[in-house]
């Protein structure tokens, strides 16, 4: 259980960034996450409530931002609870070689879960019938891409089998819920921009690493499943 740091991902960091805080499921019991009844319940909770509006998308520009949404597909992968993910092919405008979910932007008269499952299905020919949508999380927003990003959050039954489109998608692979919050996994950074200081999320995999919207997104993830209840 050593190697880790990540994979070979280009992460632009500027020169006076700083590390942040431990994440709060360091002292928690994370027993959770080894059940994805659990899991899914908790969920299913956290999408009925009242969902603590994100501050950023006060911004004057995120009005001008264009409307995507994302699908974070949990699944069982050999009896253990684990979501899917992909890394984006090279030749893409944006975001290129970034480990990402399925998703992109909502054409116009869909529902954010509407374009999350279809999008998944292009990418990665993942069945639509497989997929039990069990709510939404905080919509974030991306700078870089303007966008406004939904994600939808599913329960996929079954280990369907997954192809990346190659026009679109590098690889497809899933991560154990569990092996996010290794402690050698996850670290938290400040970084300063133009638009002020901004809280990143890193999860370091032996052979990949995730930040940016994705990361932002994991760490919600494992923050509402982690939750004392």
């Known amino acids: 259980m050593t190697h880790r740091r990540g994979g070979a991902q280009h992460i632009p960091r500027p020169d006076d960034w700083r590390f942040g805080d431990a994440p709060h499921w360091q002292s928690l019991d994370l027993s959770v996450l080894h059940d994805i009844d659990e899991i899914e319940r908790r969920l299913v909770v956290h ?66 879960h509407h374009t999350a499952i279809r999008e998944a299905y292009e990418e990665v020919a993942l069945p639509i019938q497989m997929v039990n949508v069990l709510g939404t999380m ?48 996850y670290r938290s950074e400040w970084w300063s921009t133009p638009r002020g200081d901004i809280n990143l999320h890193f999860f370091e995999l032996d052979d990949e690493t995730i930040w940016g919207a994705t990361g932002r997104l994991l760490y919600q993830l494992l923050s509402v499943v982690t939750a004392q209840h």
């Open 47 to 112: 999408a009925n409530g009242t969902v603590q509006p994100n501050e950023e998308l006060n911004q004057e520009w995120v009005a001008e931002a264009r409307a995507a949404a994302v699908l974070v597909p949990l699944m069982l992968v050999n009896k253990v609870p684990s979501v899917l993910l992909t890394r984006r092919a090279d030749h893409l405008r944006s975001h290129a070689g970034e480990v990402s979910f399925p998703g992109g932007r909502m054409e116009e008269g869909e529902l954010p």
């Open 138 to 185: 905080q919509p974030i927003t991306t700078f870089v891409s303007n966008s406004h990003i939904t994600p939808v959050l599913a329960r996929i039954d079954g280990e369907p089998f997954l192809e990346g489109d190659v026009g679109e998608v590098a690889r497809v692979f899933t991560v154990p819920l569990i092996e996010l919050t290794r402690p050698d996994t």
